[in-house]
């Protein structure tokens, strides 16, 4: 059973009801140290395919939750381990913060979210309770001080969500997304929702919330809770991102074929999970590598785009205590700091041999390949990247002695490598699909994605209107993050896009994410990549970048798609 050593006297989550629903639903083992036996032979493994041109999900990034009022809040110094991303960091890219019930309470978690922000990660939020004049109690089962969101008060409580996403965007962090609910179906010590509460609301009072919604962020990846959201279409376009945590969810519960018939526009987060408990330490070894198969699972099987650990900093998390990063930590950093956001999953073979998983990426003509060997012996393993030249290979190891190493740089003749796994190790290798010097990993949100043919002359339309762009800048002293947002109101597809704009002088852009940019200041122009090449009707993509600024932090005033200028939201 898993099992989090919280207790409610800190503020923190209490654990009796979830270890009796996980010891009921026969969920997870407790797992103890293993001694590594290392086999005496090199096993061979069948050849694993990468395929570039076969693109899944678009990966918005990995990170973890603080929480100040429960576990206090990260340092300085450990902000910048969790979110930086260079030797000795975790490189993540999202950080999730929770919604106080007080206004008072809501500058607890500003700090680090205004650092996470200034080194290129996304922030989004989550409410464990309504203010409680907002409430009322009820009988559930034996619980019959059960609280529930009164219907009367729907309304003010998306208005409170409201009045929290504002507070974070004057104070310099655009939140990406804000949560219905946390865990509503979890909720012995918080508030419960019903899959009909939830959808009623997202129904009724969702569209005037002023950021992208997350719902249901079910404890357990329940489908019965999310599935009558994609089963209403009016619920469905005011919620933006399905959200689950992965408490006790076997494998087998991972994929979700609704979503993919129904959840078009649509983005999937795993937004909470430790694994496999929260008994042992971080640095268990072998262990902390069932972390990296259940994160190849949840990209691979499930299809996130994120990956979200409990807190940040614990004795079960990616960082311990004394700030230092974790085993676990070490694992969780072999994705977050090579799969960048904005890179796209692709086509792999999964499982090439027993206890050999992969799984890889590609942002422009750089890939990714993530590859975990659990067994007890070495594997002989390669793998062949359809229509890729030669090129060379950089990687980063971790093992029982080793936390995401360098290793000596290799080459790939042909499209083909062959490496040596370890046993008992997790390599992250990068690598070009067009030859040359392989890529760094990069330091912020700065995948460089190769343009998809010529855009059509203009935006497909019929309605008379332009396309509609919204524009959103988070700033801190000399610089800032800005996301763009591009819908096509017309009545077909938009085949090909450019977007253009002018920046205001002494902005200068230093990366960015789902378009490619150039020049990097003055008149800007950001056209599409290949995986987003084509805008259909009603549909909305985002893409953004990271700038500097000399003291001028005003907003582009105007933008054209293929010419045709823009109403701006």
Same mark, same amino acid.
């Given at each position: ?62 990170? !973890? ?5 429960? +576990? ?29 019930? #007080? ?75 804000? $949560? ?83 959840? +078009? ?26 972390? !990296? ?54 086509? +792999? ?51 029982? #002695? ?43 949100? $700065? ?13 497909? !339309?019929?309605? !008379? ?27 077909? +597809? ?16 230093? #990366? ?58």
């Amino acid at each position: 059973m898993t099992q989090d050593e919280n207790v409610p006297a800190s503020g923190e989550r209490r654990v009796l009801s979830r270890r009796s629903v996980l010891a009921t639903m026969g969920a997870l083992p407790v797992l103890t140290a293993a001694t590594s036996v290392l086999g005496a032979t090199e096993a061979a493994a069948a050849t694993a395919t990468i395929n570039p041109s076969a693109q899944r999900q678009t990966i918005r990034g990995f990170g !973890g939750m603080t929480h100040a009022a429960w +576990a206090g809040d990260l340092t300085a110094a450990q902000r910048d381990t969790a979110f930086g991303n260079g030797d000795g960091k975790l490189g993540f890219s999202v950080l999730r913060i929770p919604v106080g019930e #007080s206004q008072s309470d809501w500058s607890r978690d500003l700090a680090t979210a205004k650092r996470a922000v200034e080194l290129g990660a996304i922030v989004f939020a989550s409410p464990w309770n309504p203010p409680a004049s907002m409430t009322e109690t009820f009988t559930r089962g034996s619980q019959t001080n059960a609280k529930r969101l009164k219907y009367s008060s729907y309304a003010a409580y998306a208005q409170h969500l409201n009045d929290f996403t504002t507070y974070m965007r004057n104070n310099g962090v655009n939140l990406y997304a804000i $949560s219905v609910q946390n865990e509503p179906d979890y909720a012995q010590d918080w508030t419960w929702w019903t899959s009909t509460e939830i959808v009623r609301f997202l129904r009724e009072n969702a569209g005037s919330i002023g950021t992208r919604v997350i719902a249901p962020e079910s404890f357990q990846y329940i489908k019965s809770m999310s599935d009558p959201i994609l089963n209403d279409s009016t619920a469905l376009a005011n919620v933006d991102i399905i959200g689950a945590h992965l408490y006790g969810t076997p494998y087998s519960n991972f994929p979700y074929p609704l979503f993919q018939q129904k959840g +078009a526009g649509k983005e999937l987060w795993m937004t909470e999970v430790y694994y496999p408990n929260s008994t042992d330490s971080a640095d268990t070894w072998p262990q902390a590598l069932d972390v !990296g198969e259940h994160m190849h699972h949840a990209m691979v099987d499930a299809q996130f785009q994120t990956y979200v650990w409990w807190y940040i900093r614990r004795s079960y998390g990616p960082m311990r205590e004394d700030g230092q990063i974790s085993k676990r930590g070490a694992i969780m950093a072999q994705f977050a700091r090579f799969v960048r956001p904005g890179y796209v999953r692709i086509d +792999a073979t999964a499982n090439p041999a027993s206890n050999v998983y992969v799984s890889a990426y590609r942002s422009g003509n750089s890939v990714v390949i993530v590859a975990i060997n659990k067994g007890t012996s070495a594997v002989s393993q390669q793998f062949t990247i359809a229509n890729a030249a030669s090129a060379s290979v950089s990687s980063w190891i971790t093992d029982a #002695s080793r936390n995401v190493a360098p290793q000596a740089a290799t080459s790939m003749s042909n499209g083909s490598l062959t490496v040596t796994l370890p046993a008992r190790s997790m390599t992250t290798f990068v690598t070009s699909l067009s030859g040359g010097s392989s890529p760094s990993p990069s330091p912020i949100l $700065s995948p460089t994605p190769s343009p998809s043919p010529s855009p059509s002359a203009s935006p497909s !339309g019929g309605t !008379g209107t332009g396309p509609r762009v919204a524009y959103t800048m988070s700033t801190w002293n000399n610089g800032f993050t800005a996301s763009i947002s591009i819908t096509n109101t017309g009545t077909s +597809a938009i085949d090909g896009w450019t977007l253009g704009f002018t920046l205001p002088s002494g902005q200068t852009i230093t #990366s960015g994410w789902n378009a490619t940019y150039s020049p990097s200041s003055g008149q800007v122009s950001a056209r599409n990549v290949s995986y987003n090449a084509t805008i259909a009707p009603g549909a909305t993509i985002d893409i953004g970048f990271q700038a500097t600024h000399t003291g001028n932090t005003a907003e582009p005033t105007a933008f054209t798609l293929n010419g045709v200028p823009c109403t701006v939201a």
